[in-house]
């Protein structure tokens, strides 16, 4: 019974349970599945959550996730990271609680697609464009959904946004274009469409207009021209505009070239093209003009006047294209037949056969002009040779001033000829009288004489030359009056005989006298008067006469008849007395009327049948006379056949003379003294000497001598040359003239020699150093090599104009002592004697080099000063590259035995005053450096006591404070407020604004002095505690007094 009981019990706890849970299940509703975000297509890459929602109580539910057959994670959401392909399919779920289990979810389909990629397109057509333009892209996605955002890009950066797909680029720039599309809602983006290279030119685009064909530059009526629009950048696109000058509006095609066809003048202007596409528009190209003329008219021109020609001669015409143009081919026809040439002017060598009408036409690429106007041309079978003659023709002999007409005829009919005259052997015509056949000689010359002979000639072409026509030209003769006595005035029946001469002579002149202008009656050439006698007196003249020529009138002579016989004069020279033997006696013979013509003839004594002399000269001298030569002279004139009287008589009386003055047998011999002081000299030198021995006297002057030639211009006793040159060199002698020509010997020679050239001094130095240390010696020498004495010498430095004062002129060198900056330079040397001076010398520079500077150091620490008994001092030169002794020196005394750099004093106090110094010295220049400043020891030793003994107080002192601020730290009652800790010490400013501070007033109320410990409080009322202004002032005093007295050390200032 028990058994049963339990098992009565076990079944109907298992009933209770089956039905508790068959209630269970039964209350679950069917849960629903929500999706978020809710959308039909899910794109890969997207994030999606799908939630099982159950209505009602949803604690302690089981959630169970199923795709299809396959089992999802248990989650009340199942998320989906980043969707692909495999999430597509049906989801379902349905939860359990307890033992109750819903039904299945109904299914949730999911699609997952990929991202749509963005497809960018250029819409306005074109990837390179230009910096004002406007790029138009358009961004795709397929399938097309408002859902979506436009972003584009450039080389990565975000350059637009918009909610369409059109995008309009106002400035672009250079780089890689892209879009991509972001959903609106979801946030998801397509792939990133291709990459698009837009390139941006620098500059806006010019176009450049040129012309087919190129090479032209006139166009003619209906040829064709294409103009060409061509854009250096690659792009595309481009609508072409194109204008005209006056034009408003453009011509427009889609063509980079335009065609005129068929042009006329009216196309004639200024083109400029511009292109365009999509509302941009390029800068204007450049103007090009097209010059469009009619066809030109052709006009054949004869260059010569002539259409006759000779052969040989050229045919010269010109095809005349008008308006002119160097681009036309000429063409000539000779009745109506091509000649083979294409130069529009015609030149040829005439014959024959060239006779004939001849025409011409032009051509130009297609084109041809009207045929020109005809010209008929004729060539004659032969050269033609003129005729020459002359006018007038009877006269074979022309004179100056008459005129010649010479006249050159052509027999055949031609024109246009220019004659041409030749003379002599020149080849080279003389005349051309142009189209004159007549050459006329007017007023003709001799030079115009000769043979002549003419030639024509026209364009090049030359006759032959006539037959040669010889001209005879003579000048008009002279006519000369020819007195046929040497004189013009005459006596009482002496004959006057002239004669009128013309040259050339010839028999056809006839001859014509007057007197005083009135013509004589007389055609001879000759003319003679017997007897002459005062009537006779006139002016005479003469001419030649022929046809209508004269002669220009004769040289005039004047004739003068006296009414009486010439008068005699007598006289005698010299006219003092006495005369000497062996001097020269002048008697000279005067016609008071008449000097020309005359013989005349010299009596001594009574005798008046035998002359003594007979000359044509009316001096009779009488060589070194005698004694013999004593006696009365007179004189007689002739000439011709007439004779006049007898002059007076003259006597002389002759003395003799040996030369000897005052008692003296023999004649004096001059003695030559020197006054100048040298024999050889230079340009420019004075030179002077004396002729002394001969007493003087009246009448007698000096003369001087060098090489034996006779010096003009000098005549005193002294011989002064102020200025000598080379020439003057030679052996100077005088002599003592009287002046009848008197003369003493000569005396001995005085040598003088002049140098070539100017003295130039000769500068040396020594030692020849080129630098010199200050303080070494230098010495200049000045030397004149030319054998010369007595010189005193000049010196200058850095200006040859400045001369050294002060300096002993006798002296030949100049020493500086003790070279200083001060010579640095160039010297010069001059030398001079008397007023003379020399050229300057040669220059010397040097240059003044200061010595090595030396320093006395101390080498002996701060530290150690305290702590030895020596200090070491260092003798340092600047000049390290030498290898240094030493010289040491106290209170400037030489110590002995100390030549090391290094010097050792002891601390004595007699050392520590004492002032040490140095120098070095080597054995090479420079041979000693600069003497140091002086050093003491005592200032630096007492200066390092004094900051030891500082530092080492302020060290003690900083270590009492430190610790009586802790002390006080520790000791100070606390305040009953918190207040802040006041500063001890004042700053700059507060010192500056505080009035007590550097006042006469105490810096502090009060000292005090305790045996106890220092503590310091501070109130609100309480100054800060500090020592007073007089116990400063006593401190400091003590402080001095103190270092006066200790070893009498030199204090200094920190």
Same mark, same amino acid.
Not at 312 to 339: A, F, G, H
């Given at each position: ?326 681009? +036309? ?81 052509? $027999? ?18 003389? $005349? ?142 010299? $006219? ?25 003839? +010299? ?100 003369? +001087? ?89 000049? +010196? ?45 010398? $040669? ?212």
């Amino acid at each position: 019974m028990a058994c049963q009981e339990k098992l009565l019990i076990t079944v109907t706890t298992v009933l209770v349970c089956l039905m508790q849970e068959s209630k269970t299940e039964g209350n679950i509703p069917k849960p629903q599945i929500k999706q978020s975000p809710h959308v039909n297509v899910v794109y890969e890459t997207e994030n999606m959550t799908l939630e099982c929602s159950v209505q009602g109580d949803s604690s302690d539910l089981e959630y169970i996730w199923q795709k299809g057959n396959e089992h999802l994670p248990d989650s009340p959401t199942y998320i989906i990271l980043s969707a692909d392909q495999s999430h597509s399919g049906d989801y379902r779920c349905k939860v359990n609680k307890a033992n109750d289990t819903s039904d299945l979810s109904d299914p949730l389909s999911l699609s997952v697609v990929e991202l749509p990629i963005a497809n960018l397109t250029v819409v306005s057509g074109w990837t390179k464009v230009f910096p004002a333009e406007v790029v138009k892209v358009r961004c795709d996605i397929q399938p097309a959904s408002s859902d979506w955002t436009y972003q584009w890009h450039r080389d990565g950066q975000e350059i637009g946004r918009a909610d369409d797909g059109s995008y309009s680029i106002t400035s672009p720039q250079t780089g890689l274009h892209t879009c991509v599309g972001l959903h609106k809602q979801r946030g998801v983006k397509t792939n990133t469409s291709e990459e698009i290279n837009l390139e941006v030119f620098k500059d806006s685009p010019k176009p450049q207009l040129t012309q087919e064909p190129a090479s032209v530059s006139v166009f003619y009526t209906n040829e064709t021209v294409t103009l060409k629009c061509n854009i250096t950048e690659d792009s595309e696109g481009w609508t072409y505009l194109w204008y005209k000058v006056q034009e408003k509006n453009p011509i427009t095609n889609n063509k980079s070239h335009y065609t005129l066809s068929s042009v006329t003048p009216v196309n004639n202007g200024s083109y400029w093209c511009q292109v365009e596409r999509a509302g941009f528009k390029s800068e204007d190209s450049a103007s090009l003009t097209l010059v469009i003329k009619d066809l030109p008219q052709t006009k054949l021109v004869m260059q010569t006047k002539w259409t006759k020609f000779f052969p040989s001669e050229v045919v010269n015409m010109t095809c005349d294209i008008q308006p002119p143009s160097l681009d +036309w081919i000429c063409k000539y026809y000779r009745d109506d037949q091509e000649l083979q040439t294409s130069d529009c002017m015609l030149n040829q060598s005439a014959n024959t056969e060239d006779s004939g009408v001849y025409k011409c036409i032009g051509t130009l690429r297609s084109l041809q002009t009207q045929p020109s106007n005809p010209i008929g041309v004729h060539v004659y079978g032969g050269r033609p040779k003129p005729q020459l003659t002359q006018e007038p023709a009877s006269v074979s002999v022309f004179y100056t001033n008459e005129s010649v007409t010479l006249k050159c005829n052509i $027999t055949e009919d031609s024109e246009g000829w220019t004659y041409l005259w030749y003379k002599g052997k020149d080849k080279n015509p003389t $005349t051309n009288t142009g189209s004159q056949s007549q050459l006329t000689l007017s007023s003709v010359a001799p030079a115009d004489g000769g043979s002549y002979w003419c030639q024509v000639e026209r364009a090049g072409f030359e006759s032959e030359h006539s037959d040669s026509l010889s001209l005879m030209i003579k000048d008009l003769p002279q006519t000369t009056l020819v007195m046929q006595s040497k004189w013009t005035k005459f006596f009482p029946s002496e004959v006057v005989k002239m004669k009128c001469d013309i040259q050339p002579p010839s028999p056809d002149w006839i001859c014509k006298y007057y007197r005083d202008d009135q013509e004589l009656q007389t055609s001879n050439c000759m003319l003679n008067l017997q007897s002459a006698n005062t009537g006779d007196s006139g002016v005479y003249k003469c001419i030649g006469t022929l046809r209508c020529l004269q002669t220009q009138p004769s040289n005039p002579i004047g004739v003068h008849v006296y009414a009486h016989l010439p008068m005699l004069l007598l006289s005698v020279d010299p $006219t003092e007395p006495p005369i000497y033997t062996k001097e020269n006696v002048t008697l000279t013979c005067s016609v008071q009327e008449e000097q020309e013509g005359w013989t005349y003839m +010299w009596y001594k004594g009574s005798d008046q049948k035998t002359p003594v002399n007979q000359a044509s000269e009316r001096v009779f001298t009488i060589s070194s006379v005698q004694r013999s030569h004593n006696g009365e002279y007179k004189c007689q004139v002739k000439r011709e056949n007439f004779s006049s009287g007898y002059s007076d008589s003259h006597g002389l009386t002759i003395e003799v003379f040996y030369l000897s003055f005052v008692s003296y047998a023999e004649p004096p011999v001059p003695k030559l003294e020197r006054l100048s002081k040298w024999a050889k000299v230079f340009p420019t030198e004075k030179v002077s000497m004396k002729c002394n021995g001969i007493p003087s006297s009246s009448g007698w002057t000096y003369r +001087w001598y060098r090489k034996q030639q006779p010096l003009h211009g000098q005549n005193t006793d002294t011989l002064l040359i102020s200025s000598v040159a080379t020439e003057y060199t030679g052996e100077y002698t005088c002599q003592r003239v009287h002046k009848r020509h008197v003369e003493t010997v000569v005396s001995d020679s005085i040598s003088i020699y002049v140098y070539d050239h100017k003295a130039v001094p000769t500068l040396s130095q020594h030692p020849n150093y080129t630098s010199v240390y200050v303080e070494e010696q230098v010495t200049f020498m000045c030397e004149v090599k030319i054998d010369s004495t007595d010189w005193e010498y000049q +010196w200058f430095q850095s200006n040859p104009q400045e001369q050294i004062r002060d300096v002993d002129p006798r002296n030949a060198t100049y020493t500086i002592q003790s070279a200083s900056v001060k010579d640095d330079g160039a010297f010069w040397c001059k030398t001079k004697r008397g007023a003379y001076e020399s050229e300057l010398s $040669t220059v010397i520079e040097i240059k003044i080099l200061a010595r090595p500077t030396t320093v006395v150091n101390l080498e002996t620490g701060w530290a150690d000063i305290l702590s030895v008994d020596s200090l070491t001092l260092l003798c340092e030169v600047d000049n390290t590259s030498i290898t240094w002794n030493y010289t040491w020196y106290k209170d400037d005394e030489e110590m002995a035995n100390e030549t090391q750099k290094a010097l050792h004093i002891k601390a004595t106090k007699e050392n520590y005053q004492s002032k040490y110094s140095c120098k070095g010295i080597q054995s090479n220049r420079p041979t000693y450096s600069k003497h140091s400043e002086a050093f003491i020891a005592n200032n630096i030793v007492l200066k390092r006591q004094i900051l030891l003994s500082i530092s080492g107080c302020l060290v003690v002192g900083f270590v009492l404070i430190v610790l009586g601020c802790v002390y006080l730290k520790f000791t100070r009652k606390p305040d009953k407020e918190s207040k802040p800790e006041p500063d001890l010490f004042f700053t700059m400013a507060e010192l500056k604004s505080r009035g007590d501070i550097g006042s006469n007033t105490d810096l502090c109320p009060a000292e005090t002095s305790t045996d106890e410990p220092l503590t310091i409080e501070k109130t609100e009322s309480e100054d800060p505690p500090c020592l007073s202004e007089g116990v400063l002032k006593e401190e400091l005093a003590e402080e001095n007094h103190n270092e006066e007295e200790s070893d009498e050390l030199t204090t200094f200032k920190v």
